[in-house]
């Protein structure tokens, strides 16, 4: 072989592998090269219509999404009161199978396909209905298979169901500002997270476990009937061809490792959540001062949702969730340390924050990778892989803490998981741009 030629097939591969890295840059950033709808037109990327049914999500997202954020006191709450003597592991197991953890993303591996094939209001409908029945039926619960059919199982299908298609609806009306949409409609599951906490607290106390859940039956009922009225897709649907649950998105690189970097985060993002207010407790901390932590921390996610989500729009949704998520990891680590009311209340703030910027902008990337008529199937194949890491997280780091009496182990699991996260966040970057360098 002559020098010329192994020249020429140097130059050759290496312009292959420059157009394969530029395919993927584009594919990831079609957000600002996909040509607009014939009919349609281009995102409208705000309007009266447009915001209305960003808040229509945000209503949705707070009764769903913003009522399960609330686990946490409902955990401290059935430890003490209802399910006593049952392990803290198998009471987080409701928790895990509902919502905040497992059945809000692992519906949406058909439900993605659902809105992808034009249905919204229907299933929302359908769903909204079961989630105020069952709220009503926990009121009668009395023991541990009770809570786990309608609290667990029930209620976290129905939030899934809903959670699905309302991932889909932000990209079809913003494209620029989708980052600002997301946090936008996000922060309903912060008002959620904040307000349902001290509202089942203080309810308890004054009208009755049973009077707490009607009541918050039919904020459900008035939160869901405000998100059936306004949330709507924008574009019609494209018809599909191929099988009704596609795989082949698993076949891009980035995708994958995005889906990988989610299942791991989600083994530990959730597990300070889920026991900031009870370990505070365990440590001499005022039971009726440490449920707020869970509050604390939620309101201060809403600070990082809209931060997140404004930033992103300029930087890229990578660039703002990968700092983020290590400080998450990094607050995960010392937050079993914190023995006092002052840095039980620093972790809450700055955990918060860093949370919610990951949390807000998790569907984000996954929106850039492909087209806007197929985002449903895609964002749902992406929470169907959140699921499993979901479901796991906080049983295991419960189970830890129940073989060792302490939270320092559960802290170093729940840390590392989402230490690792943040690595897979570095190689999804890597794989997108070639580099570390750039809008992602």
Avoid at 23 to 34: F, H, L, M
Avoid at 115 to 128: N, V
Avoid at 196 to 202: D, L, Q
Avoid at 392 to 411: D, F, M, R, V, W
Wanted: glycine share 10%.
């Amino acid at each position: 072989m002559s020098r010329r030629q192994s020249i020429d097939d140097f130059q050759d591969e290496k312009k292959s592998v420059d157009q394969e890295k530029q395919a993927v840059r584009s594919e990831v950033d079609n957000v600002d090269t996909e040509a607009p709808h014939p009919q349609y037109g281009e995102h409208p990327d705000g309007g009266l219509r447009a915001w209305l049914a960003i808040a229509g999500c945000a209503a949705g997202v707070c009764a769903t999404f913003g009522l399960v954020n609330a686990w946490g006191v409902f955990q401290a709450y059935y430890q003490e009161e209802v399910l006593v003597g049952t392990s803290p592991s198998t009471i987080a197991w409701i928790g895990s199978i509902q919502a905040s953890y497992a059945l809000v993303f692992l519906p949406g591996l058909v439900v993605g396909r659902i809105f992808d094939m034009g249905w919204t209001k229907l299933p929302l409908s359908l769903a909204s209905a079961i989630i105020v029945t069952v709220t009503f039926l926990t009121a009668e619960c009395t023991k541990y298979w009770h809570f786990l059919l309608c609290q667990g199982i029930a209620l976290g299908l129905s939030c899934g169901v809903i959670f699905g298609i309302l991932m889909g609806v932000p990209a079809h009306w913003f494209k620029h500002r989708l980052g600002f949409a997301l946090g936008v409609m996000a922060l309903g599951s912060s008002l959620g997270g904040t307000c349902f906490p001290i509202a089942v607290r203080n309810l308890v106390d004054r009208v009755g476990f049973q009077w707490t859940m009607r009541i918050l039956g039919f904020i459900e009922m008035a939160l869901l009937s405000f998100q059936i009225a306004t949330v709507e897709r924008r574009l019609p649907p494209k018809k599909h061809t191929g099988p009704f649950i596609d795989f082949s998105a698993f076949r891009s690189l980035p995708f994958s490792l995005y889906c990988c970097s989610s299942f791991v985060a989600f083994l530990g993002i959730y597990t300070v959540l889920t026991y900031i207010d009870v370990s505070a407790s365990s440590k001499g901390i005022d039971p009726d001062f440490s449920f707020y932590l869970l509050a604390i921390a939620n309101a201060c996610s809403a600070v990082g949702r809209i931060t997140g989500g404004l930033l992103s729009d300029h930087l890229g949704p990578l660039t703002v969730m990968t700092p983020a998520t290590f400080v998450a990891g990094i607050l995960t680590y010392a937050w079993p340390f914190a023995n006092t009311t002052g840095s039980n209340i620093a972790i809450a703030i700055i955990y918060g924050g860093a949370s919610g910027v990951y949390v807000s902008l998790l569907a984000a990337p996954v929106v850039r990778m492909g087209k806007t008529h197929d985002v449903g199937v895609r964002v749902g194949m992406s929470m169907t892989v959140v699921a499993i890491g979901a479901v796991a997280g906080p049983p295991i780091s419960g189970a830890i803490n129940a073989a060792t009496g302490t939270y320092k182990y559960t802290g170093i699991y729940a840390g590392s998981a989402v230490m690792v996260a943040c690595c897979f966040l570095l190689a999804t970057r890597y794989s997108i741009l070639g580099r570390m360098r750039g809008k992602c």
